[in-house]
């Protein structure tokens, strides 16, 4: 079936390569038994790619270590929605999209939770195909829609969403793929369904590392596969407080987004010209 995902949503499939070969490693940052069944056929190749431009025979890496950086960000999303569940009136998650995540398989949840995958009809029918009878550990509901779509809020509702609850959202690997006014409709589209309160999570990367010489190398590798990274910010909190998001903004390798694995200095953020990725983690107003 990978044939019938589109460039887009084989990313996902690079994903669950990076965890299937994270998840062999003696120092992992996280074990997800799943990704190797999500990887496809593609998704080998597709970490192949990015690894050969990572890391380039007989001369220094240049780039970001996409292994490092997808190690860190699993696992700090992992904590993150772990510690938003705990929370006594936490009991809805959304993830938007949900790709090859596995986290409703292998994270433990608090009874009563609710947790929401959104994504395209074909990633989800790949993904139910290659897991075939594995079960979540949670209430677990798939939303086979389109985000792009008019109308994904209302299957969101319709699949048991409580717009009036609170909520939380991860938006993990989507910003940088669209354009900004689809980003931020995207933004006001998820602060209108979330109630005040409703935690929220997301990456995005600066607009350096749209534009960097050195970044050329790993951005013709995505644009070659047909989804180009098209949108950064250099003020990601400011982006966030205009869609009704009060957040944090942390960088791999900065406290709590390390892990002892960043391998590249991380420069204070008045330095201009430099290449950064953002965990951002905050509320709904």
Known sequence: MTEALDAVERTALLTAALRAAETRRADRLYEDPYAARLVGDSGPGLLAEVRAATFPPNRARTLPSTPDYNAIRTRFFDEYLQQAA?????HQIVLAPAGMDSRAYRLPWPEGTRYFEVDRPAVLAFKKERLGDARPQVDHHTVAVDLTADNW?????AAGYDPALPSTWLLEGLLYYIPESDARRMLDRVAAIAAPGSRFAADIVNT???ELPHMRALLDVFAGWGCPWLFGTDDPEGLFAGHGF????VQPGEDGADFGRWPDPVPPRHVKDVRRVFFVHGYRR
């Open 86 to 90: 705990a929370e006594p009136e936490m």
């Open 153 to 157: 809020e209302d299957e969101l509702i």
């Open 208 to 210: 350096a590392a749209l």
């Open 246 to 249: 009060d957040i944090e903004a």
